[in-house]
């Protein structure tokens, strides 16, 4: 049973460009939830989704946006990419207590 | 405002003697807490979880400790393994688990072989 997938692996962006990431949820799952994580600190939620729908969003501009498609797989895209968006970014597969974590997206924005 | 706290950045052990990280959060309102270990390059693995109702959980070498009045959680390794260097975070939730959770900042354990 395969866990928590992310695409691409590495990313190697400019400013200003923009930026897709995907991420599908263990089988069974239908929560997806979106972190950013920098060096030195935990991971930060982003976004939440769930059977389709937002759920919840974190302190993060408007250039950041989600969604999650019918198979519950989810994009995640940044826009106007900021050298300081450069951070591991890492999708949660959720079922009630229960979060398991993808193997990230390391994004580097030069 | 970090609600989630873990004040110790690193942490060293010997192989085969205890390994305890803390944890520490500020609101009262969380009511399930989860523990995970971070490789370099890794997403964070699921290691144990505790909800409110209890105050202790075990799960082979690992257990989780909950101190509800002092807001305050502890993971300890017993015992511990060179293999268990690496970065822990607690992440706390304040709907059961059922949404997002909030991280700490990590504690780096290195065990000494």
């Known amino acids: 049973d395969a866990g928590v997938t992310q695409s691409p692996t590495h990313l190697i962006k400019t400013r200003g460009q923009h930026v897709t990431l995907r991420c599908s949820p263990i089988s069974g799952h239908k929560s997806v939830s979106w972190y950013q994580q920098v060096l030195g600190q935990g991971p930060q939620f982003i976004f939440q989704y769930y059977e389709k729908e937002e759920r919840g969003r974190g302190n993060f501009p408007d250039r950041f946006s989600a969604r999650q498609f019918p198979n519950y797989s989810s994009e995640l895209n940044v826009n106007a990419l900021l050298l300081g968006d450069s951070a591991l970014y890492l999708c949660a597969s959720s079922a009630p207590r229960e979060q398991y974590f993808g193997p990230g997206t390391r994004l580097t924005v030069t | 405002d970090q609600q989630v706290k873990q004040n110790s950045p690193s942490l060293s052990v010997q192989e085969g003697r205890i390994s305890i990280l803390n944890c520490d959060y500020t609101n009262s309102m969380f009511d399930y807490f989860l523990w995970y270990k971070k490789y370099p390059a890794e997403g964070p693995t699921f290691l144990i979880s505790i909800s409110s109702i209890k105050d202790k959980n075990e799960d082979g070498r690992f257990t989780v400790f909950l101190n509800k009045s002092a807001k305050h959680l502890s993971l300890h390794i017993v015992p511990s393994q060179p293999g268990d260097s690496a970065v822990y975070f607690c992440?706390?939730?304040?709907?059961?688990?059922?949404?997002?959770?909030?991280f700490g900042t990590g504690t780096r354990l290195k065990v000494l072989a």
């Open positions: 992440a706390a939730s304040d709907e059961n688990g059922a949404y997002k959770y909030i």
